[in-house]
C-alpha cells in the first residue's frame, strides 16, 4: 500500500494534502472557486468551504457530503484559484478516499455511472456509448429511459448494438490493476 490515511481526525487536512499532493492550507478563503462553479447551487457545500472544513479537520462531513460526488471535474475552480490549490484534484481525492474507507454516497447514481464507465473502459479498451447508456439504465431500474430516442438512432445506423473492443485489451486490463495497487485495494 503506497499511502495509509492517519485515522486521528486532526490529521485529515494534513492527510488529504499529502494523498492529493495539494497544499490545503495555503487557501484563505477568497472564494473565487465557487464563483466560478459551474455545478455549485446543487451542491451541499461550496468548493471553498470543503476547503474550510478540510482545514478544520471535519473527516464526517467532508467525506459524507455531496460536493465532491457532483464536482464534474471541470477544473474551472483550479484554474480561477489565486493560490494554485488544484480543487479539483482534492475532489478526486475525497472521492476516492470516501470510496475506499466505506462512505456511502448520497448520490449513488455517480458512482454506478463512474463503474461502468470505467468498467467499460477496461473491458473494451474504449468507451461505446450505447452500451453505457443500456448498462446505465439497467442499473438505475430505468428501463425504457432512452428507448425511444435510442430505436431512432438505431434506425438511421447512428449508433449500434455490436460491442467493439480495441486490440490488447490486456494491457488496458494491466493499467487499470496497477492503479488498484497503487491506491491500495490490489491484491
Ligand atoms: S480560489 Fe483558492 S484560495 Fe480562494 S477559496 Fe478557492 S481554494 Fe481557497
Ligand atoms: S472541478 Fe468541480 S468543484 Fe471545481 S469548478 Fe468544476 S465542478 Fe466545481
Redesign the pocket.
Known sequence: MIYQLNADVRNFGKAISELSDVDIYACYQCGK?TA?????ME?SHT?NQIMKLIQLGLKEEVLNSL?PW?????????T?CPKGVD??KI?DTLRILARKEGYQSKEPNVVNFNDIFLNCIKNKGRLQETHLAMMYNLKTRQFFKDADIGQKLFMKGKISLTSDRIKGTDVMKNIFEKSRAFLGKGE
Open positions: 472557486c466560478g462553479c459551474p455545478i455549485v451542491m468548493p460536493t457532483l464536482c464534474a471535474s471541470c477544473e474551472t475552480c483550479t480561477r480543487i479539483a475532489m
